[in-house]
């Protein structure tokens, strides 16, 4: 069979990835939910190696929103158990990848231990360059854009910027992960077709891909089909088709 997804389509730079679906994996088969979030830490695994092979540079997993805390507090022990687990099992053969882990969010929510762990993964992996792993947990797109509204306020308040001088490039230097490119391509599996709180500034010209798939069943083939279709997208960023056209010609 011929590759789906040959090296010449554009590829994206960051895919964003919003995992949907656990939950109603683990009903169908009549098991606990917290079983389709196990099934879900396969998924992510089979994921990070298939970006990374086809080469990505960066990959962000929603791990954890903000709004997630609102679920049963067993559900979120379990969540938080399994994230902690899985950076304790993996971080060492990600990091032999050459894989950075990155962690965004308000981490000091989190209980102690985890968030050693978090700090412990992205000193070992920091320098690796061959993609990044960005894990969104405790993360809101709202919350994000606060907390560079409130360190640019401190940075007016003591003396060393100006508000004229906040421009979107300065406002975007202060977001979480602000040294990453932005998402080329957004993936939300599970049917749903939202955006539910995730990267909201930094998703503005990202193309949307929404999949049906339940996130325990994301494979390989889901990933090359929606990377294949964003090879299709013209992505113009406010200019015209015409314009492109001239621009690919002329360079
Ligand atoms: C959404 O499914 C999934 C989550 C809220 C958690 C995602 C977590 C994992 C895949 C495991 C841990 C991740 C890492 C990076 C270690 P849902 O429960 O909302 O599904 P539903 O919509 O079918 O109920």
């Not at 960066?58 to 950076?87: D, G, I, K, Y």
């Not at 231990?113 to 992996?125: P, Y």
Request: glycine fraction near 6%.
């Amino acid at each position: 069979m011929s590759d789906p997804h040959p090296q010449t389509a554009p590829l994206p730079r960051h895919v964003a990835i919003i995992m949907d679906g656990n939950g109603r994996w683990a009903r169908r088969r009549k098991l606990p939910r917290t079983a389709g979030h196990q099934a879900g830490v396969a998924a992510v695994r089979r994921t990070v190696e298939h970006c990374a092979k086809r080469g990505i540079e960066v990959l962000t997993l929603f791990a954890f929103s903000s709004e997630n805390w609102r679920r049963p507090p067993e559900e979120v022990a379990v969540l938080m158990r399994l994230f902690q687990l899985t950076l304790e099992r993996e971080t060492a053969k990600l990091h032999e990848n050459g894989i950075r882990i990155r962690v965004i969010g308000d981490r000091c929510a989190f209980p102690p231990e985890l968030q050693h762990r978090i700090l412990e993964a992205e000193r070992l992996t920091f320098a690796n360059r061959r993609m990044t792993l960005v894990i969104a947990a405790n993360y809101g797109g709202r919350w994000d854009i606060v907390q560079a509204a409130r360190a640019l306020a401190r940075r007016v308040e003591q003396g060393e910027l100006k508000s004229q001088d906040i421009d979107e490039t300065l406002f975007a230097a202060h977001l979480a992960g602000a040294e990453l490119p932005e998402p080329d391509l957004f993936i939300r599996t599970g049917g749903e077709v939202r955006i539910s709180n995730f990267l909201l500034w930094q998703l503005a010209y990202t193309e949307l891909y929404f999949s049906e798939v339940l996130w325990p069943d994301f494979d390989a083939a889901e990933l090359d089909r929606a990377l294949a279709e964003y090879a299709r997208r013209e992505r113009r960023f406010g200019h015209t088709s015409e314009q492109l056209e001239l621009k690919k010609s002329y360079g």
